[in-house]
């Protein structure tokens, strides 16, 4: 989506060519000129909150895009499973997101690609001479490809505010922590260091805080349990072609709301063209692109980035492309705030290229979490040794690293926001997991916010000085990059920066590390057998040689049995042959009885 987006412009044609400057003058130095930056900033004030919009939305669209790509780190085991396997279902949706990972070469491809499409744009647009046309069918595609993302930005959002009106947890005034128990329809606290539940029969609504004691009539309450109810379960969406695709899997039905709102959307935006909803889409796609892109690792993302920075300055100050296709296209690949007499707009590459970075800064918080929760246990190996002509046996202690178990921190607003009036409850032993899990340190995190936000305003400065059109990814690479980079070498850090990686190769378990005299871990080791698995693999093979035909007339007869067995399945018990489904899709909502006990 960076491809011909990443510029910052302002004014009444997206430029700030036509604002007020009698205190600026032609012949003024740069210091000068930006020593009377904030009297020009006086002069040009809706300009200045114009922009402020702009930041903000930016900002608040990386935030909240990084913490819903948050997903278990390699430093921390998987949940265990639950009585019925609701645990193991829940970790398998989660991890069954589709993340694409960034590569090394990608720092090469994308500027490349970038470069092809929007060259390619701006020429279709001078050939046409009329853009309405080309506005049209991308409208249409756009109207498509958003479907999914909308639907997972308001699915989300219809989440975040259940979590506000439906919390599991709230603070009450005199401190206490209410726990809200669906089964029982009620609220519960601990008294003091006990671990006795007190129910306070006066809170008798799902609400939290002061409409917990609302006098509703039975009917209202039980009403509003059963909304309570109803968004908090799970159904099962089964969808499936005959040779083709089976898939299973769950949703909310906040989920389901989400897609019937997206599709009035597209709709919508298709029929009117509102620029509102323009945005809306824009939001979406920054949305679903934080969540779904990975830079792999900080050396890949550092590499990409810098590409891209490249590639942005080259096409805004020494070609017309990137102007050109930013303002002819009137598509959802910018966002665009009208002010009172000027207008501002920022591409969604200013948004997803330095989020996905600023994401992967918030998942190496949560892995570092986790691995300073990591305890090391003595373990005793044992080898044999033959090569002497005699077996002999040793033993020798190791250490082997225990993981932590992860909790997700998912859905966490609603609670924290009513939980978090007294702090000493975010860490106190009444606090939910999730709800502890949800307030780990987010050091890069942070530091790379503060740096994507000094770059914004930097590239605001730098519009107002130069009233010119301002390649934002020249000031938000280094700010976000550097920033992030600067804080791993004074943390002393920069090697578990280095090594860390999202393509699976850290998440591994029961490793034997070997330590120093300072418990600090210097290597892992290796065992020693792995060395003889493949000689002993071909001994074994060469002694079962000799009976490889039997072995062979074995399975054979075994595979007709198992064909046999099979086709006497597929008949019911009045001898015909049981049918299958061709295209299948269905929405199963839990039983009553498993509901009443989820």
Request: aromatic share 12%.
């Amino acid at each position: 989506m960076a491809s011909n987006d990443s510029i910052l412009l302002a004014a009444s044609e997206l430029s700030a060519a036509n604002m007020t400057t009698e205190s600026l003058l032609a012949n003024q130095t740069f210091t000068e000129q930006l020593s009377n930056l904030p009297a020009l900033l006086w002069e040009n004030k809706a300009f200045f909150l114009l922009e402020c919009r702009i930041i903000f939305t930016a900002m608040a669209c990386i935030y909240i895009g990084s913490h819903a790509a948050l997903r278990r780190p390699p430093s921390a085991n998987p949940p265990k499973r639950g009585k019925k396997g609701e645990s193991r279902e829940l970790q398998r949706d989660e991890e069954n997101q589709f993340v694409q990972g960034l590569l090394p070469s990608d720092a090469i491809v994308f500027p490349v690609m970038a470069g092809v499409i929007l060259v390619g744009l701006y020429y279709l647009i001078k050939w046409l001479e009329d853009p309405d046309i080309l506005n049209k069918i991308l409208k249409v595609y756009f109207s498509g490809m958003s479907l999914a993302s909308m639907g997972k930005l308001f699915a989300d959002s219809l989440h975040f505010l259940a979590g506000f009106v439906f919390p599991t947890v709230w603070t009450a005034r005199d401190g206490k922590l209410y726990h809200v128990d669906p089964s029982r329809k009620g609220h519960w606290y601990k008294a003091g260091d006990s671990a006795d539940q007190v129910y306070d029969d006066d809170k008798k609504t799902p609400l939290p805080g002061r409409w917990s004691e609302w006098s509703l009539s039975d009917a209202s309450n039980k009403f509003l349990w059963e909304v309570r109810h109803l968004l908090a379960e799970q159904w099962t969406v089964r969808f499936s072609i005959h040779g083709i695709a089976n898939e299973t899997f769950k949703v909310k039905f906040n989920d389901i709301l989400g897609v019937v709102l997206a599709v009035g959307a597209d709709v919508l935006y298709y029929t009117t063209g509102s620029a509102f909803l323009s945005n809306v889409m824009g939001y979406a796609f920054s949305y679903a692109g934080i969540m779904m892109l990975s830079p792999t690792t900080f050396t890949t993302g550092t590499a990409v980035l810098f590409g891209l920075f490249f590639y942005d300055i080259y096409m805004v100050f020494y070609t017309p492309y990137m102007v050109t296709v930013a303002t002819k296209l009137d598509v959802p690949i910018k966002l665009v705030f009208e002010g009172p007499t000027k207008a501002s707009m920022l591409g969604l590459g200013d948004i997803v290229l330095p989020g996905i970075f600023v994401g992967l800064c918030l998942r190496f918080d949560h892995y570092m979490h986790y691995r300073r929760q990591q305890t090391l246990v003595p373990v005793e190996l044992k080898s044999e040794d033959a090569s002497s002509g005699r077996l002999v046996s040793t033993t020798e202690t190791r250490r082997m690293v225990v993981k932590p178990v992860y909790v997700s921190p998912q859905g966490q607003w609603g609670d924290w926001f009513w939980s978090a009036g007294v702090g000493k409850n975010m860490s106190s032993a009444a606090a939910t997991p999730a709800l502890k899990a949800s307030a780990f340190p987010k050091t890069y995190f942070y530091a790379a916010m503060t740096g994507y936000f000094l770059a914004m305003i930097m590239t605001l400065a730098m519009l107002l000085v130069y009233h010119h059109a301002q390649p934002a990814l020249l000031y938000l690479v280094p700010g976000v990059v550097f920033a992030v980079w600067l804080v791993g070498a004074a943390r002393g850090e920069i090697r578990e920066m280095w090594t860390y990686t999202e393509d699976g190769g850290l998440d591994t378990a029961d490793t034997i590390v070997e330590v120093d005299g300072n418990g600090n871990v210097i290597d892992i080791v290796r065992d020693k057998k792995d060395n003889q698995s493949g000689e002993k693999q071909e001994e074994e093979a060469k002694a079962n040689g000799n009976t490889e035909s039997k072995s062979t007339q074995e399975i054979n007869a075994t595979a007709d049995k198992a064909e046999k067995s099979k086709v006497s399945k597929r008949r019911s018990s009045d001898g015909k042959e049981k049918r299958y489904p061709v295209f299948l899709f269905s929405i199963e909502a839990p039983a009553p009885s498993a509901a009443s006990e989820s």
